[in-house]
């Protein structure tokens, strides 16, 4: 008795499957030997033919694939791509393209995933079945991985430095440019792609860069070292920057260049400040000198003329008021007040005189003394714009003598504009509040560079003979010393001239001890 034929659609599928694989051994042996995964999948995607790397691949004994269910050899975890076949056998529509793709993942057992890229094909000349094809691609995805986060560490690498660091091709296209390089040059991220690597520098300058980095003069063939160069930022500007680049190469052949970019704005700020502290020391010590040298001139000249002021006094009142030599001795006695007034100047420069010291408010220094010239002549047509912090902490000083300080800067600067112009004065705190700060402007002439470090020496002046002693500012000078503060001009001709007063500024914690004192 035979037995009955299972004719179910699967087996036709299968036998005839079968038979068209057993009928060419070379394709049949081409399957079995491949690395890669290939099933046939029938169109109620059971699967008849699995390879030994599709079973392989999905964790089934060989052969096993055979007759089960495409879903379950899959895996629940790629259920999407299941979906995606469904539909794709469905919709006539989609089968145009012949094929899709997609990455799935198989859980092997040893609590670790296989990356495999699933591939769907439909052969048009076999409408009773589709191929899927499964390539193992886990090395070349954890290859992938390790390159993104490399990738990704140099890039925040490159980002995080607080130096511009830029590369472009060989063409001068950007390729690289980084947050502290459009800070430094005012570029955002959209324009810096715009940017043509030799806008820049000034015109000739990237061509002079890329000559040294080829020669063996400057660090090494394709090396550019520690070079002070001028860059332009986004508005035309010259910043001074160090450089320090090179060529990146390829088998020889130059690919890139890179360069590293250090602002020196605020170091070149912190060596000019250095240069002028240096300066006012060496004027310190000259004033020094010139102080104890005019303290002894002044009393020496103080008793002669308190004794010609005397003697000249006392022949006048004997010959009368209606005595022809009256008007001469008159004379004498103005121009022995004038010298007597010189001498005070003298004895006020080298700190010949005590004053009291009190805490004070630079401001009110500054008002009262604004007052005081508010409405003299000399000032009608300047005009004065204050900007004046209300919360300065307070300093020690003296009022009195603060007030000369500011008096003779205002006054010289009304001079110098011939009464017509305009006065900036503005006060503020400086180093986290330790430093009270008064800057005053004009919009004078100026001061030639030929002059300038004269201007606190004793009996300097550039007015006219008889306009000035050219003590004013050489006074004032050691009246601020005497406060532990500074005084500075800056000035370019025809720009007028900015002088800054620096006093230290007395903290709340210390307001209680000094008035104990």
Do not use: W
């Not at 009773?128 to 995805?141: P, V």
């Not at 890039?155 to 502290?180: P, R, T």
């Amino acid at each position: 008795m035979t037995s009955p034929v299972n004719t179910s659609p699967f087996n036709k599928n299968l036998a005839t499957l079968t038979h068209e694989l057993g009928s060419n051994l070379y394709l049949y042996q081409i399957l079995e030997e491949t690395p890669n995964g290939v099933m046939v999948v029938n169109f109620d995607h059971q699967v008849l033919y699995a390879n030994p790397a599709a079973t392989k691949f999905l964790g089934a004994i060989h052969r096993g694939l055979t007759g089960s269910d495409l879903h379950s050899a899959l895996g629940h975890q790629n259920g999407e791509m299941y979906r995606r076949i469904k539909e794709f056998i469905k919709k006539p529509e989609k089968q145009q393209d012949l094929r899709f793709r997609e990455e799935i993942q198989i859980e092997t057992g040893e609590s670790e995933t296989q990356i495999l890229d699933a591939v769907l094909v439909y052969p048009p000349s076999s409408p009773g079945y589709y191929l899927l094809y499964l390539i193992d691609i886990t090395t070349r995805k954890t290859l992938e991985g390790k390159l993104r986060r490399r990738n990704a560490f140099f890039h925040n690498l490159i980002e995080s430095s607080v130096d511009g660091i830029i590369a472009s091709d060989m063409k001068g296209n950007l390729i690289i440019f980084n947050q502290s390089a459009q800070d430094l040059l005012g570029y955002d991220n959209v324009e810096k792609f715009k940017l043509h690597v030799t806008g820049l520098y000034n015109p000739g300058m990237a061509k002079t860069i890329l000559r040294r980095m080829r020669s063996d003069d400057y660090g090494g063939k394709g090396k550019l070292r520690h070079q002070e160069l001028i860059v332009k930022n986004k508005h035309g500007t010259d910043i001074p920057v160090n450089f320090s680049g090179g060529i990146i190469y390829d088998d020889d052949q130059e690919i890139a260049t890179f360069g590293i970019f250090t602002d020196l704005r605020a170091m070149l700020r912190i060596e000019e400040d250095l240069e002028q502290t240096h300066k006012m020391l060496m004027q310190s010590e000259k004033m020094a000198g010139l102080g104890r040298l005019a303290a002894g001139v002044a009393h020496e000249i103080n008793n002669p003329m308190s004794g010609i002021m005397l003697y000249s006094n006392l022949i006048k009142e004997d010959l009368g008021d209606e005595h022809p030599a009256t008007e001469d001795l008159q004379t004498i006695i103005n121009e022995a007040e004038r010298c007597k007034v010189i001498v005070a100047d003298l004895l006020e420069f080298s700190h010949q005189k005590s004053y009291e010291m009190a805490l004070i408010d630079i401001n009110e220094v500054i008002g009262k003394t604004l007052t005081v010239v508010h409405n003299q002549p000399l000032f009608q047509n300047i005009q004065i714009n204050r900007e004046l912090d209300q919360n300065l902490p307070p300093i020690f000083g003296n009022t009195i003598r603060l007030n000369q300080v500011i008096l003779n800067i205002v006054v010289n600067a009304a001079q110098a504009m011939n009464g017509k112009g305009t006065l900036d004065i503005i006060s503020r705190t400086r180093a986290n509040h330790d430093i009270n700060e008064v800057i005053i402007s004009d919009t004078g002439p100026g001061i030639e560079k030929e002059v300038i470090d004269q201007i606190f020496e004793p009996f300097f002046t550039t007015k006219s003979t008889g306009e000035g002693t050219g003590l004013g500012l050489s006074v004032s000078y050691a009246i601020v010393k005497e406060h532990k503060g500074s005084i500075r001009v800056t000035s370019e001709p025809g720009q007028g001239s900015t002088f800054t007063l620096r006093f230290p500024a007395v903290m709340e914690n210390l307001i209680g001890e000094a008035n104990e004192h």
